[in-house]
């Protein structure tokens, strides 16, 4: 009875060792499965550390597009610049040819790119001071073009500078000696052309071939030669005190 237990004892013992090995061993293979883990885990990290930085240079590729901007490109060559550099009224006038107005043209919808004050302008750079007393326009036969014929008195001197209807080029420069004494005229007041022009075509209403500020006879007054079919009429109109009349 003795020995049995003895050996029983011993058997017992012996298998309680080898639990223990066993259980030893188990917890080894599980810390060897912890380290297994976590290397994936610093590769992991690693490889999301390489995405930030590639998205950095992301970024600074993005950077650099911006100081490329388009929008600064198209502003260089702004098209509005452009337009300006080649301003539309000027283009308009310098393609503009006599060949354009015949003497059948009618002055009240198809005038001529040089205007009143421009050719008066022009004919005081050319003279000089003086009292501007006749501005006229009038298709010259001669040279087959519209005309301003704009008289100035400078002194003694009586200039009559004859400019271009369509580029604004002076044609001539006639002067002569007078004792005449001129009063200067107004293209403004006391009436404007468009004021005068109206109460001329109130008379008679046709084509306009033809007009003249000027002072005569003791007054300014505007002169419009106007076509109603095969009649060509001369209406008169006070610029002071806006009387008409027709011859």
Do not use: N
Request: glycine content about 10%; overall charge negative; hydrophobic content about 35%.
């Amino acid at each position: 009875m003795t020995v049995r237990r003895g050996l029983w004892t011993r058997t017992a013992a012996l298998a309680a060792g080898t639990m223990l090995a066993l259980g030893a061993a188990g917890c080894g293979a599980a810390d060897d499965g912890d380290t297994d883990t976590d290397a994936p885990d610093t590769s992991a990290s690693d490889t999301d550390d390489g995405g930030a930085d590639e998205g950095t240079a992301d970024d600074g590729a993005a950077d650099d597009s911006s100081d490329d901007g388009g929008a600064d490109d198209s502003s260089d060559d702004g098209g509005a610049d452009d337009s300006s550099d080649d301003g539309g009224a000027t283009d308009d006038s310098s393609d503009a040819s006599a060949d354009d107005y015949g003497p059948d043209t009618d002055l009240r919808t198809d005038a001529p790119p040089v205007a009143a004050a421009d050719a008066v302008q022009t004919a005081q750079q050319e003279v000089g001071d003086g009292i501007l007393h006749a501005v006229e326009l009038d298709y010259d036969e001669d040279d087959a073009a519209w005309q301003w014929d704009v008289k100035i008195l400078a002194g003694s001197t009586d200039h009559k500078v004859i400019i271009d209807a369509v580029s604004g080029d002076v044609v001539a420069d006639e002067s002569e000696e007078t004792d005449d004494q001129e009063q200067a005229v107004d293209l403004e007041d006391p009436m404007t052309y468009d004021d005068a022009l109206e109460k001329a075509t109130a008379e008679v209403d046709g084509e306009l071939r033809g007009w003249k500020l000027e002072y005569d006879d003791g007054m300014i007054q505007y002169q419009f030669d106007l076509t109603s079919g095969a009649d060509e009429q001369e209406v008169t109109v006070d610029a002071e005190t806006g009387d008409v009349t027709v011859d």
